[in-house]
């Protein structure tokens, strides 16, 4: 009896374990970090919190509005994944590269060098995939037209932590 309890209390504590840190940081949407280029060559940078009809909500230590007007470009910082990248080559790299020297008959000591330099191969693609994936974004505002801003504050709303002020 004793030994069913332990197994069911452990059970039910490996579930909590597994769930509750996901229920317990669940947390209000966080906006984009950008950095907002003015035309007299000024800049702000911060979470986007809004978009306005004719300004930008910023939190950068405390509420920044920025006019529309004065804006010359919007670039959103991407965090970079280059890490994730390398680290997802290089375990595509050596599974790979060990499958393909296992497959043709090698012996240990080839099986292990394909394992090595594949993974290498692979970890250095990812790493470039990655720094490129990780780009940051950058959105011109001065010289569009009306419809081209508007289309540059529609797709800048997504990336907002309140998606639909008004």
């Keep these: 009896m004793k030994k069913r309890f332990y197994k069911l209390a452990a059970t039910v504590l490996a579930f909590l374990i597994l769930v509750l840190p996901g229920a317990l940081s669940a947390r209000e949407r966080r906006g984009a970090n950008i950095i907002v280029t003015l035309k007299d060559g000024y800049f702000s940078a911060g979470e986007l919190i809004a978009v306005k009809p004719d300004s930008l909500l910023l939190l950068a230590g405390k509420d920044e509005s920025v006019d529309l007007i004065g804006i010359r470009s919007i670039r959103i910082v991407i965090k970079s994944k280059a890490?994730?990248?390398?680290?997802?080559?290089?375990?595509?790299?050596?599974?790979?590269?060990?499958?393909?020297?296992?497959?043709?008959?090698?012996?240990?000591?080839?099986?292990?060098?394909?394992?090595?330099?594949?993974?290498?191969?692979?970890?250095?693609?990812?790493?470039?995939?990655?720094?490129?994936?990780?780009?940051?974004?950058?959105?011109?505002?001065?010289?569009?037209?009306?419809?081209?801003?508007?289309?540059?504050?529609?797709?800048?709303?997504?990336?907002?932590?309140?998606?639909?002020?008004?």
């Design 83 to 166: 890490r994730l990248g390398g680290a997802c080559g290089l375990l595509a790299g050596t599974l790979i590269g060990g499958i393909e020297v296992a497959l043709e008959g090698g012996a240990r000591v080839e099986i292990g060098l394909g394992i090595v330099f594949g993974g290498i191969l692979g970890g250095i693609v990812g790493l470039g995939v990655g720094a490129i994936a990780g780009t940051d974004k950058t959105i011109q505002l001065e010289g569009k037209s009306e419809s081209e801003v508007r289309k540059a504050l529609a797709y800048l709303r997504k990336k907002s932590r309140i998606r639909d002020y008004k």
